[in-house]
């Protein structure tokens, strides 16, 4: 491994490190991390963008398990949805506008906070060829078609956004 290549991933697990001890993760449900700048902006003298972001943390549900039906062999939902709660992540962004609006430098901002997320992966049900037991052909299963369903995977977020513009915003 090549040394810029190493000094550059020690850079990234300090600064994730650092974010992560200056918040406990299991606190929050969000880890944050900055993008510093400040080193390249005090040496060219201008004015960088300010970045930063937020990335969730998932947390896995418990699933609901089989369920017995009255007149199948097999349970209802063989293989149950998992719930997954997490987050999409979120962005923040500051970026100078120099002399579009006037003499003044202006910004631009950009806000995206990290917004909830709800998940179900696939399940399936299943069910056998055979019938449940018969009292009247002496306790022998029946003949059916063999039935396979999927249970279909659920998404649901509402992300959000605010952009804006002024003088230093």
């Given at each position: 491994m090549k040394s810029t290549t190493r000094g550059t991933l020690a850079a990234v697990i300090t600064c994730v490190a650092a974010a992560a001890a200056v918040t406990p993760a299991a606190a929050i449900g969000t880890v944050p991390v900055p993008v510093p700048l400040d080193g390249v902006e005090k040496s060219l003298n201008v004015e960088l963008p300010t970045i930063g972001g937020e990335i969730p943390l998932p947390t896995p549900g418990a699933p609901e398990g089989p369920r017995f039906v009255e007149g199948r062999l097999?349970?209802?939902?063989?293989?149950?949805?998992?719930?997954?709660?997490?987050?999409?992540?979120?962005?923040?962004?500051?970026?100078?506008?120099?002399?579009?609006?006037?003499?003044?430098?202006?910004?631009?901002?950009?806000?995206?906070?990290?917004?909830?997320?709800?998940t179900l992966s696939p399940g399936l049900s299943v069910d056998a060829p055979l019938t449940a037991p018969n009292p009247d052909r002496f306790g022998l299963p029946g003949l059916q078609l063999p039935q396979a369903g999927v249970l279909t995977p659920m998404l649901q977020a509402v992300p959000g956004a605010a952009l804006g513009v002024g003088e230093g915003l």
């Open positions: 097999i349970p209802d939902r063989v293989v149950p949805q998992l719930p997954v709660a997490a987050g999409l992540p979120g962005v923040g962004l500051r970026a100078p506008l120099p002399e579009i609006l006037g003499n003044d430098f202006n910004h631009l901002g950009l806000d995206a906070p990290a917004s909830d997320l709800r």
